[in-house]
């Protein structure tokens, strides 16, 4: 699934120019997946711990792997996009059962090296994702980068099949499907206000009434959420202070780096001129110093708890965002984009392993399944939301930029026809503008594109930043721990207080024979 997730954006120019479609329908490649994933993960991890991990789980590779087939042979923009929503769907199962299988097998004083291990994989898939994903799409189509995903699935349902035990008992609980339609139409309203106000204007119907009506769903889902008797979120997690700022932090943090990788390997390919595989290799760097770090830091993070971690991880990662303003049109990877990157990759490695166990050891084991769905339909919803929002900021900067450059110019009406044409592809550079036209018109709609990416990555930096300072504000050291030290005195005969599993009663000791001085 995280393979997946790396891959696509390597392939939207490829798709782009294969099924004629538009910056709007390339973002919804993206976020019709992000959208549906973020909605329905959340019942996902209910569904896990009401029917069983194992069970789930073998339900969305399944899944996934039906839904790969159909993008790989979508005829159009709009049935890739419907068949990634339905990917989304199954990847909602995959994720919250696996963390929630991690949870259930390993003691806490274990988990968080677990998690950094878990998490230094999902990093390799980002390596071999754009490697692989380049490869496949310069030499011969964008479509073998969904079927790849077919090998792998029935791969790993075969070793899920032999190797891992079932995790939870299945109980006749209700499922919350009035929950998940709610959350899911409140996410779409704002989401696809935010990816069509480039092409129509905040002061159109189709932007803002969706927006609006969006949100007073969301607010309807939270007051139902409230009252259900099985909810499928419970919002008495979200008393838990550590459960909280580390949702927060989740947010802000994964907005900006949806925000990055989207456009930033966008515009190495479609203004700098990069190639498939050097866009994919751009962020090489990221997996490899992931890889390197994520279980070392999560690790660190249980001894020394996750405070700093996750407050200085943020504001290194913004640091490094920063980094990349001294991108142009022309660009030199090794000056302009590598340092940047690892300075980002060290601050998000410091940050992503100690957040995941930070969540997870703020609620009871039975709740792993819930506790991980929450987390992710949160990081799926700041990077679904990252991309809306950073995409409708460069939008309303590439326009504004555009009209200030070409307002002392007199266009006639095929020139005026490409500004337009241009606005709805902000970040495509001269690509958009006739060869006959480019000595006017080129430089200006390259120096606009620019000044709209720099502004966009101003704001991704800005995101990941305000993550750092909530971590250092709100997070409470070892809430859990010290809880369970606490309760000490009155814990139960065999009951291992330091990691939550039980173990084997010690033999009775019999006294030794007295013996005289």
Known sequence: MFLDGSVVNVALPAIRDDLHVSQSTQQWVVEGYLLTLSSLILIGGSLGDLLGRRKVFL??????????????????????????????????????????????????????????????WTGVAFVIGPLAGGVLIDAISWRLVFAINIPLVIATVMVVRAGVQESAVATRVPIDYTGALLCMLGLAGPTFGLTEQSTYGWSDPRVWAPIVVGLLILGAFVVYESRASHPMLQLDLF???????????????????????????????QVAGYSAIQGGLALLPITIVMFALSRRFGLLASKVGPR?????????????????????????????????????????????????TTVLQAVEPEHAGVASGV?????????????????????????????????????????????QSAKQTPLAGDQVV???????????????????????IGASALLVALGGVVSLVGLRPHVRRRREREAAPVHAPGQCIDCGFEREPEAPRVAAPATQA
């Open 59 to 120: 339900w969305g590779l399944i899944g996934f792997g039906i839904t790969s087939l159909l993008c790989a042979v979508a005829p159009s923009g709009a049935a890739l996009v419907g068949a990634r929503a339905l990917q989304g769907v199954a990847g909602a199962l995959l994720v919250p059962a696996s963390l929630a299988l991690i949870t259930a097998t390993y003691p806490e004083h274990e988990r968080g090296g677990a998690i950094g291990t878990w998490t230094a």
């Open 239 to 269: 008393k838990r202070r550590n459960f909280s700022v580390a949702n927060l932090t989740t947010l802000t943090l994964y907005a900006g780096l949806g925000a990055l990788t989207f456009f930033l390997v966008l515009f190495l390919q």
């Open 308 to 356: 700093w971690l996750m407050g200085g991880g943020p504001l290194i990662g913004a640091a490094g965002l920063l980094m990349l303003l001294m991108i142009d049109e022309s660009v030199n990877y090794w000056t302009d984009v590598l340092p940047g990157v690892l300075v980002f990759s060290l601050g998000l490695s410091m940050t992503v392993a100690p957040l995941t």
């Open 375 to 419: 987390n992710n339909a949160i990081a799926r919803l700041a990077g679904l939301l990252g991309i809306a929002l950073i995409g409708a900021v460069i939008a309303a900067q590439f326009g504004s930029s555009l009209d200030s450059r070409l307002s002392g110019e007199r266009l006639n009406t095929p020139e005026r026809r490409t500004v």
């Open 434 to 456: 006739p060869a006959a036209q480019r000595p006017r018109l080129g430089p200006e709609v390259e120096g606009a594109t620019v000044t709209a990416f720099h502004v966009g």
